[in-house]
Nanobody, 122 residues
Framework: VQLQASGGGLVQAGSSLRLSCAASGDIFRRYAMAWFRQPPGKEREFVASISRNGANSWYSDIVKGRFIISRGNAKNTVYLQMNSLKPEDTAVYYC????????????????WGKGTEVTVSS
């Protein structure tokens, strides 16, 4: 599976962004999908994940209520709608695919995209 993330950029605090991650190379619906992020100087951390059929989603406490993950299996794409952005959301955002679990752990991901950078200014 090849993953290509896009949609990052420089925005002001309080703004919104929508990230997209397009998948190719395998049957998309086989994978739970997730977004992780890596702030400058820190380790990669879980943001949100979504089940294979899109019926269930999970969020870190830090983004719950502000971010929404969704997927379009017909388009082989997973999205992350980010609202009410804060400077502490500044990070490189990565999408990942998990063929076995619920895509909540870095260690369980089978594939990663290259990442898209999000910078939130105060």
């Amino acid at each position: 599976v090849q993953l290509q993330a896009s949609g990052g950029g420089l925005v002001q605090a309080g703004s919104s962004l929508r990230l997209s991650c397009a998948a190719s190379g395998d049957i998309f619906r086989r994978y739970a999908m997730a977004w992780f992020r890596q702030p400058p100087g820190k380790e990669r951390e879980f943001v949100a994940s979504i089940s294979r059929n899109g019926a269930n989603s999970w969020y870190s406490d830090i983004v719950k209520g502000r971010f929404i993950i969704s997927r379009g299996n017909a388009k082989n794409t997973v999205y992350l709608q980010m609202n009410s952005l804060k400077p502490e959301d500044t990070a490189v955002y990565y999408c990942g695919a998990d063929s076995v679990g619920m895509a909540k752990r870095v260690e369980s991901m089978d594939y990663w995209g290259k990442g898209t950078e999000v910078t939130v200014s105060s």
